[in-house]
Nanobody, 123 residues
Framework: QLQLVESGGGSVQAGGSLRLSCVAS????????MGWFRQAPGKEREGVAV???????SYQHSAKGRFTISRDNAKNALSLQMNSLQPEDTATYYC?????????????????WGQGTQVTVSL
């Protein structure tokens, strides 16, 4: 079981950048896929990017080329660098842990979630 805490959200203008961080406490961090998911008001939660236990990454189409997910197993840490942010990126972003081999569209397989951090992008 992991406890996940996100940070780094905020407000930014379109075209700007933010870096989200997640720190996990608990055992066997390296045995999980780790991912970033988001949920906008009135919409379902969706996968943004996932890095699996082998370090393979997968991205939602809209995130490719703009967002970069990375993990540091020695520090139980996960990051999401977000560049060229657009208003449609506005949402609450969640860090989550899931099965060793997972991709961004396996949202229902992720069982451990952080509390979320708000990202707001304005024109």
């Amino acid at each position: 079981q992991l406890q996940l805490v996100e940070s780094g959200g905020g407000s930014v203008q379109a075209g700007g950048s933010l870096r989200l961080s997640c720190v996990a406490s608990g055992d066997l961090y390296s045995s999980y896929s780790m991912g970033w998911f988001r949920q906008a008001p009135g919409k379902e939660r969706e996968g943004v990017a996932v890095i699996d236990g082998d370090g393979h990454t997968s991205y939602q189409h809209s995130a490719k080329g703009r967002f970069t997910i990375s993990r540091d197993n020695a520090k139980n840490a996960l990051s999401l660098q977000m560049n060229s942010l657009q208003p449609e990126d506005t949402a609450t972003y969640y860090c989550a842990a899931g099965p060793f081999y997972s991709t961004y569209d396996d949202v229902n397989d992720f069982a451990q979630w952080g509390q979320g951090t708000q990202v707001t992008v304005s024109l």
